[in-house]
């Protein structure tokens, strides 16, 4: 049976998520402190994690950096009561697979659950080149013009699909949808953000804008 562990410190949050989980077939565990939930998780196998950031001990954001570190792949959907495009953007780049604000409804939130325990496996390794822009999906390597580039691993999910759709308008809303897995806010900037992070660091003319529709990789 799929095992979901909820670190959640507000008894009322974690009990009605933890019902609402095992009426649809889920088996839960519930933990209410950050250093906790990190003992569990290398103690027991689990398939999903709903992480709180506000938490006891160390939060959120410091059990997914120390999971991620550590080479924990298993789908984390962050649940938090920050709800600024910065929190989120912070999140997601630290490795969260998803992100939502409380309070939400439960079909929404389940509705994440399933989609996270259904994505497929990691992409294919074959090492990707667009001109100079060299990026290596096993190694998790980019270059250009041979100078190794630096990306965090949200940059690099959004030049792996740049570089796997060259010349092809994407729309924000497809981006979002793909690489952040966002699809209920189409009006997130966060796309915009990190395009400006890719050209900072590959240059301004690699991606073009075109107004209106969304955004090519040249």
């Known amino acids: 049976m799929t095992r979901i562990l909820i670190v959640e410190d507000e008894p009322r949050i974690s009990e009605f998520v933890s019902k609402g989980l095992v ?26 994690v709903l992480l709180d950031v ?13 999971l991620r570190g550590q080479g924990f792949t298993l789908p984390i959907i962050m649940l938090t009561a920050r709800s ?31 989609t996270r325990l259904r994505d497929p496996g ?9 001109g100079a822009v060299t990026l290596d999906p096993l190694s998790r390597r980019a270059t250009s013009a041979g100078r190794d580039v630096e990306l965090s691993a949200r940059e690099f999910s959004l030049a792996e699909y740049f570089l796997r759709h060259p010349g092809q308008v994407l ?20 796309v915009d953000v990190y395009v400006r992070y890719l050209r900072n660091k590959f240059g301004t003319a690699v991606i073009t804008t075109v107004r209106g529709a969304g955004y090519r990789w040249e």
């Open 54 to 66: 506000g938490l006891p001990s160390i939060d959120g954001f410091e059990v997914l950096h120390q």
């Open 23 to 48: 009426a649809a077939g889920y088996e839960t565990d519930v933990v209410d402190d950050g250093a906790v939930a990190l003992r569990r998780m290398f103690e027991t196998t689990f398939h999903l």
């Open 171 to 190: 729309s924000r809303e497809q981006l979002l949808s793909r690489v952040w897995g966002l699809d209920f806010d189409p009006g997130s900037n966060v």
């Open 122 to 130: 990691p992409a294919e390794s074959t090492a990707l080149v667009r």
């Open 84 to 114: 600024s495009i910065r929190d989120t953007v912070d999140g997601l780049d630290a490795g969260a697979n998803d992100y939502i604000a409380k309070p939400f409804r439960f079909d929404e939130l389940l509705a994440r659950v399933r």
